[in-house]
């Protein structure tokens, strides 16, 4: 629970770049900040939620998050919506009709790009979008001008009536550093909304008069960024090289070349073109450091001005020292030391090589889910029917794909699940025409695309099982509330959907809806392999919350008799990372096969008695702790 408290005052901090974005948006003015979360952006709005005077909410996906701070732009009051990178392909319909609006309340769109992929389906460049909407693009290098640039931000929004693209990555929003605060300005307009339909209603006949506008504002954006007070150039002696760059990459440079000379770009979109030609004359080579598309470098090229980048430096990942230096080393026909580079751009599984004596090498920890997660059970059991085709979706779900469940197919993007799902269903040739087709989404992936998909399966006579797992919170990114919670983003009580009427009201027959308590095995088993036999659109919803959320009621924890362990290894086919191997042994069996057995215990700190693993063990040999006391 995110409560509002009162705000210090002024005084040196050591926070994150995302904080440092909340604390700039809310000294800006900012009245209203809206964000469906998503790492590496998630904590912006969490920490917007603690601060006064400024209204906070988890939108239900980032498109609508992007409408509400329209809104209350247009309504006259600074706005501030917050999203990671593909977060911005879900809202780029609200922003490509935005951009031709304008704004009145200053509007910021903070964009974290996930480079390196350290949480994400996929790695982009959110610089794109300042060229595809023609709005300005600011990077910040560090939490300090995070901070800053998020005022100037949404200064430079209303100066030119235009939406402004924060564009952060991963090193930004999770490194700390120190930043000094100043104090609120409140700024409005006081007379809030105007009415004037020929601006705020694009039909085709207002919007063609707002394009050329767009385009204007650009060419006077252009001018404006070649006197930018965050287009800063760092002289230098070394000027065999000189580098253009912009972000953390700025960083990279200072520590791997600092007596090289750089030209820093706060604002990257519009490029100062002129201030970089001149630039370019000053050294003997210019070089493009940008994460991670060759954006400014193509731009450059196309101006006539002779320029290096993604030829001689990487597409994926950070440009970290350890990849700047051999790669500028090379160029200047230096001797080249190999350094370690960062595991983003080939991540390898190194091979087991225990070490008891020395303890010195760890075991691989492979991503899984949390000890207790109510979709173990789910997966457990998906694992167990056969000829299916199953479609997941984004979320702590995922992870279902690995060991031990193997029991997803596909994941493509946020609510992609039904529409491949209703896909492999009317695509399916005849080697597949006896196989099952089954999707799986969280309650809040359902709420931000997948009730659509669902709408469009019914509507089509699709033959999908859906499960769908209503854990009452936004698992993967922390356990933050979402409209199945019932609760907002202060902890308080709100309304919660009912996921069995409103599957009802996208068209699902009633008798095709099952609501089952997921830790209750037997009982979950038998709705799945009956309605993947139903030629009819079903969904089964299972009803237990995340384990991260407040109200999860955990139980005293088992353990297990070790006299009755027969090594059968059914409780690891449930993946609770509580389970751990003790002893492996290899049988031969009475027919003459061999078998391996594992004998097992539990970490009752971290079991939360969900009672998962004492349904799969025969012998009966996980017990209630005797005496236990949780912590």
């Known amino acids: 629970m995110n409560a509002v408290n009162p705000l210090p005052k002024t005084d040196r901090r050591f926070i994150s770049g995302n904080e440092a974005v909340a604390r700039g948006a809310w000294e800006a003015g900012c009245r209203v900040a809206a964000a469906y979360p998503g790492t590496p952006s998630t904590e912006i709005l969490e920490y917007a939620s603690l601060l006064p005077e400024m209204y906070s909410e988890w939108s239900i996906n980032e498109k609508v998050s992007l409408e509400v701070a329209v809104g209350a ?37 903070a964009v974290a790009d996930d480079v390196g992929l350290s949480s994400s389906q996929n790695e982009q460049d959110s610089r794109f979008w300042g060229r ?53 300005v409140d700024t409005i307009h006081a007379q809030g909304f105007e009415k004037n339909p020929k601006r705020f209603v694009m039909t085709p006949a207002n919007a063609k008069h707002r394009i050329p506008l767009m385009y204007e504002r650009e060419v006077e954006l252009q001018k404006y960024s070649e006197t930018c007070q965050l287009n800063i150039l760092k002289e230098g002696d070394d000027k065999r090289v000189g580098f253009v760059t912009s972000g953390p990459a700025y960083m990279h440079i200072l520590e791997a070349y600092p007596d090289a000379p750089v030209l820093k770009l706060g604002m990257s979109y519009p490029v100062p073109m002129e201030q970089i030609r001149a630039f370019a004359s000053q050294v003997d080579q210019l070089v493009v450091a940008e994460e991670v598309e060759p954006i400014l470098e193509t731009e450059i090229k196309a101006a006539g001005i002779e320029v290096l980048g993604k030829d001689i430096l990487p597409r994926i990942g950070e440009l970290a020292p350890q990849v700047l230096r051999p790669a500028i080393g090379k160029l200047l026909g230096e001797k080249v030391v190999a350094e370690a580079t960062p595991a983003a751009v080939e991540i390898k599984i190194p091979a087991v090589k225990l070490d008891p004596p020395s303890g010195i090498n760890l075991f691989p920890r492979p991503p899984t ?40 197919d596909t994941t493509i993007s946020m609510g992609a699940s039904m529409g491949v799902a209703h896909g492999l269903d009317k695509g399916r040739v005849e080697a597949d025409e006896n196989k099952r087709v089954v999707a799986v989404i969280g309650d809040s992936t359902f709420m931000h695309m997948g009730m659509q998909g ?32 019932g609760r907002d983003i202060h902890g308080e009580e709100s309304m919660r959907v009912d996921f069995r009427k409103l599957c009802e009201a996208l068209g699902v027959k009633p008798e095709r809806i099952h609501e089952v308590n997921p830790y209750e095995l037997p009982t979950l088993f038998k709705a799945l392999r009956e309605e993947v036999k139903v030629n009819d659109t079903s969904v089964i919803i299972t009803d237990q919350p995340c384990v991260l959320v407040d109200f999860y009621g955990a139980q005293p924890a088992f353990t297990v008799d070790e006299k009755k362990c027969t090594g059968c290894k059914n ?18 069996k009475a027919n003459g096969k061999e078998k391996d057995l594992a004998f097992v215990n539990i970490d009752t700190g971290a079991c939360t008695g969900c009672d998962l693993c004492p349904k799969t063990c025969a012998p009966d040999a996980i017990i209630p702790m005797a005496d236990f006391v949780r912590q």
């Not at 469009?456 to 979402?482: F, H, S």
């Not at 609770?576 to 003790?582: D, E, L, Q, R, S």
Request: aromatic residues 6%.
């Open 73 to 109: 732009s247009l309504a006259g009051s600074r706005a501030l919506c917050a999203m990671k990178h593909v977060g911005l392909n879900v809202a780029s319909d609200a922003l490509m009709t935005q951009t031709l609006i304008g704004v009145t309340g200053g509007l910021v769109i």
């Open 454 to 485: 669902l709408l469009n399966i019914t509507y089509n006579r699709g033959n999908v099982t859906i499960l769908l797992l209503d854990n009452r919170a936004v698992g993967m990114t922390g356990g933050q509330y979402n409209p199945a919670s």
């Open 369 to 408: 889910m949390c000890v207790a997660c109510p979709h173990l059970g789910i997966y457990y059991c998906l694992s167990k029917i056969r000829n299916t085709s199953i479609s997941g979706d984004i979320g702590c779900y995922t992870l279902g794909a690995g060991h031990p469940w193997n029991a997803l």
């Open 132 to 184: 595809f909407a023609h709005v300005p693009v600011l990077e910040p290098a560090d939490a300090q001008e995070a901070y800053e640039q998020t005022k100037f931000a949404f200064e430079l929004s209303e100066k030119f009536s235009t939406p402004v693209i924060l564009r952060l990555t991963t090193r930004i929003c999770h490194v700390k550093g120190v930043v000094t605060p100043g104090e609120r």
């Open 571 to 588: 409780c690891l086919d449930i993946g609770c990372p509580a389970i751990h191997v003790t002893r492996r042994e290899t049988v031969v």
